[in-house]
């Protein structure tokens, strides 16, 4: 350690306990962080975990570093020994190894969330059990309403709705072939009326199917 930059108390005080865990773990970590993850083992309270960090920081042990309102530590790099080829041959297996583990891990997690969702989109047996019920009474209800038509005495036969709609075309084609006429001889009359279409109509007291919302039925 360089001179004039002394090492923290020997022993159980706050300041050993804090330098010897940031450089264990190597990690950024707020104050909050750290006396939550010491507090039971140590039982260091929070005004002493931030004096410790503070003191360390100051004294060049550590690193400290702003974001806004919050500051985290960390251990300084320089300070701690240099690893090895082989520890670096180590590390590197181990963070490959990790990180095939969290892809598998992410993808798990995927799979569940899809699954998850599946789940929450279908019925419960709850539910289902009281869409059946809705189902019953609506299927008792339309066989009673069928049981009715079935039993009523006005029914009409299949010859009498054929004569019905055969009398409908034939209106509907006697209705359009009048009105086709009517139609021919009001324009004829137009040519040499002095005024409007609507002002003749109006004289001679002539209603639409329009004036009336009527339209002729489709022809079938």
């Known amino acids: 350690m360089s001179k004039g930059r002394e090492g923290p108390a020997a022993g159980g005080g706050a300041t050993a306990i804090l330098l010897r865990y940031l450089r264990e773990q190597n990690r950024p970590y707020s104050a909050q962080d750290v006396f939550g993850n010491l507090q039971r083992e140590h039982g260091l309270g929070k005004a002493a975990v931030v004096k410790a960090l503070e003191q360390l920081a100051q004294q060049g042990h550590i ?14 790099q320089e300070q701690l020994p240099a690893a090895g080829d082989a520890e670096l041959r180590v590390l590197d297996a181990d963070i490959s190894a990790r990180s095939a583990e969290l892809q598998a891990l992410l993808q798990g997690c995927r ?13 419960t047996t709850a539910d289902m059990a009281r869409e059946v019920e809705e189902l019953k009474k609506d299927c008792a209800s339309y066989t009673e309403k069928l049981e009715r038509i079935k039993s009523a005495t006005n029914q009409v036969t299949p010859e009498e709705k054929e004569k019905v709609c055969s009398e409908q075309k034939l209106y509907c084609k006697e209705w359009r072939r009048r009105k086709r006429m009517a139609t021919e001889l009001l324009d004829a009359i137009l040519e040499g009326y002095p005024k409007s279409k609507k002002q003749f109509f109006e004289e001679v007291g002539i209603e639409t199917d329009e004036d009336h919302n009527v339209t002729l039925p489709t022809a079938v």
């Open 63 to 76: 690193r400290e570093k702003a974001y806004g309102k919050q500051k985290v530590y960390f251990a300084d």
């Open 111 to 123: 799979q569940l969330e899809a699954e998850l969702k599946d789940l929450n989109s279908t019925m």
